[in-house]
């Protein structure tokens, strides 16, 4: 039997990009698409599918938001993949029980891994006697949406930097971007420039203020304050001159340009 996934993101050329790879991929039928959460709500009722191809953000119902609707509607619950640009929400997916998280743009191998990943819960939860714990794990999973969905606390704490053989105290506040390379993470503010002793960008971005600091791209996190000029590129992309000393130019990845038009009205 094929495995049946409905997409849901607000986004039509995510949408047509995920449905090419899920149509490349043996035995899935995408049964249908939709645009926002109360589509989705609905989608899944007719359609009753094996996974969810849900996006994170979207206007109205988000996709935490969706999540707690059909447990309130007490439906039957489909495998839930989370689609994200933004890396804070796609960590946080497995704790309201995702099978998985794809981030956007979307990756080949990531989604075929993905697929296998729900083959492998079905195949898992097949034959299983009901344990009576149903109604528990539903509730445990409605708490968990809840608290995500909490506005998140801003954090006003500092980085440490290593430069020059010390290891300094940065206010946030300073930052005007961190980049990673090589493994390697850059922090560069005004006046100082140093590497961070963490091993990812997701771990530091734990430890920033999410209303301050935005993935600009895969390899760039910024200070939306410290943004000098929103540069037109080419193709409808844009880059963005920073102000520190050198004013770097950062790309802003396809996947992040509704992002930027909403945060400047672009």
Known sequence: MPLTALIIDDEPLARQELLY???????????????????????????????????????????????????????????????????????????????????KPFDRKRVLKTIEKVRARIAGQAGQPDSGTTDARLDELLRLVEERTQPAKPQTGKVIVRAQGRLLLVDQREICFITIEGGAISVVTRGVEGQSNCRTLEELMEQLDPEAFWRAHRSFIVNIQHIREVVPWFKSSYQLRMDDAKKTEIPVSRAQTKRLRELFNL
């Open 21 to 103: 790879l899920l149509q490349s991929a043996d035995g899935v039928e995408v049964v249908a698409q939709g645009s926002n959460g109360i589509e989705a709500v609905e989608l899944v009722r007719a359609h009753k599918p094996d996974v969810v191809f849900l996006d994170v953000q979207m206007p109205g119902l988000d996709g935490f938001a969706v999540l707690k609707k059909l447990i309130d509607k007490k439906m039957g619950l489909p495998h839930i993949v989370f689609a994200t640009a933004f890396d804070q929400y796609a960590v946080r997916a497995f704790e309201v029980n995702a099978v998985d998280y794809l981030l």
